[in-house]
């Protein structure tokens, strides 16, 4: 194809929690005139960032523009759990131990940790926005101690440490006496998601990458030898483009019937007063994603990441459209009531201040689209649930390949087949949401 038309753009209805406790980030700067650029890449989330400054790294000169429909941080970027995880965490197993050369998938994984944490160094980003303090996996019943042991004897055949934990270390830890156990893991990087990509699109702007915000690409299309992108205020010509744009790779028409649009829900406490930290207990900054994996994520943050607060992550709807409806939202709050209250007795009925959606998008062989589209084109694209670590590695691939190189990583993504078809709508949305409320009754207590 020489023209490729957006069909929609990246919008939500809820708010991007982690970028709302932080504050203003400063009035957006959008694309407003006619410009040229060496790359353009459409996205500034992990994977349009993290390209931005792995081409700065080959060419410290090159001229590098980023748009982003919305301000930084307030995407799915600002909407995740925040966990950067190291070790194989495949979603569609019951304990998370997958297939594949699993050796291999670490090293990268740990390469994109290293690049986070060379971020937050240069750019002098706040430490505490990406915090190495590894995360547990937390078992409510005895199936999901069950998959806890059987993924640390897996991680034992890999040499990977780990660290079960009683009831009472899960006590102290977070409080709570719903765990009658956990699994420590100490690699996992636990990130203020939108404090880290704010922080990094900063360094990058002071660095010369141009960053424009609420510049929703409408189209590009070829220009002789070169592209031109458009927003609806601007345009940019340029030889290369970088598609990081996740989900809304299908937008343009690439990898139509494909790519399953799945939408993941959480909720966020206000900032707990004084007397509440009292009878909650547990340590300040604590990470526990569930045995299960379609169970119920919990976070604890403190100060430093936007307030004393807990988050609850759980329930899960495809939505081939790409919006989440106040239903969803609405539906999964509750859920989130539940979850919260079991948890923490001490502090039930707590209203939540934020309850929001946030967008993944998976393939049906686990497969990422990262690669070149045709001349000129890459993407940097389809995370699987595994945003924040693959987010970034598939942005460094899609950066070197734009710049003629070849590396580890791009030789892991050049491997994968081909994501496969989807069944037709409706019957894959109504099949894939069956299936996921199963999962979700499934996990039960997890």
Not at 49 to 55: E, G, I, M, V, Y
Not at 141 to 165: F, I, P, Q
């Amino acid at each position: 194809m020489s023209r490729y038309a957006a069909i929609r753009t990246p919008r939500f209805d809820s708010p991007a929690a982690w970028a709302e406790i932080l504050g203003g980030y400063g009035a957006p700067r959008p694309l407003c005139d006619v410009q040229t650029a060496d790359v353009v890449i459409i996205g500034a989330g992990f994977a349009g960032l993290s390209a931005a400054r792995r081409l700065r790294q080959i060419d410290p000169n090159l001229r590098v523009s980023v748009l982003d429909a919305l301000c930084v941080g307030e995407g799915t970027a600002g909407r995740n759990s925040g966990f950067m995880i190291d070790l194989p965490h495949d979603l569609a197993s019951d304990d998370y131990a997958g297939g594949g050369d699993d050796r291999a998938l670490i090293g990268l994984n740990r390469g994109a940790i290293a690049f986070a944490r060379a971020a937050v160094a240069e750019y002098g980003i706040n430490p505490a926005f990406a915090d190495p303090v590894g995360k547990v996996n937390g078992a409510a019943s005895e199936a999901g101690d069950t998959h806890n042991r059987s993924y640390a004897r897996h991680l034992e055949t890999l040499d990977e440490r780990s660290e079960l934990l009683d009831a009472q270390a899960m006590f102290e830890l977070t409080g709570s006496r719903h765990y009658r156990s956990g699994l420590y893991t100490p690699g996992t990087l636990m990130l203020q998601p939108a404090g880290y990509i704010q922080g990094l699109a900063a360094g990058l702007s002071t660095a010369g990458v141009q960053v424009f915000e609420t510049s929703p690409v409408v189209g590009f299309e070829r220009k002789g030898a070169d592209w031109l992108v458009k927003t609806d205020k601007g345009q940019i010509t340029t030889p290369r483009v970088i598609l990081a744009n996740n989900g809304h790779l299908e937008s343009f028409g690439i990898a139509k019937g494909r790519l399953m649009q799945v939408f993941l829900f959480a909720s966020m406490t206000p900032e707990l007063t004084a007397d509440q930290l009292g009878v909650l207990g547990g340590a300040p900054r604590w990470g526990v994603t569930p045995s299960d994996p379609m169970g119920t994520t919990m976070r604890r943050i403190d100060s430093a990441q936007g307030g004393n607060r807990i988050i609850t992550r759980t329930c899960a709807a495809l939505r081939p459209g790409m919006m989440a409806g106040a239903a969803d939202v609405a539906r999964a709050a509750r859920v989130q009531r539940t979850k919260f209250d079991t948890r923490f007795p001490q502090l039930a009925g707590l209203e939540m201040q934020y309850r929001w959606a946030g967008h993944l998008c998976l393939t049906r062989n686990g497969v990422s689209v990262t690669g070149q589209v045709e001349s000129g084109v890459f993407s940097a694209c389809v995370q699987n649930g595994l945003g924040t670590a693959r987010g970034t590695l598939t942005g460094i691939a899609a950066a070197e390949l734009a710049m003629g190189q070849r590396s580890a990583i791009v030789d892991h993504f050049a491997a994968e087949d081909d994501p496969k078809r989807l069944p037709p709508q409706p019957f894959a949305g109504w099949g894939a949401n069956a299936y996921l409320r199963y999962k979700e009754w499934r996990a039960g207590a997890e």
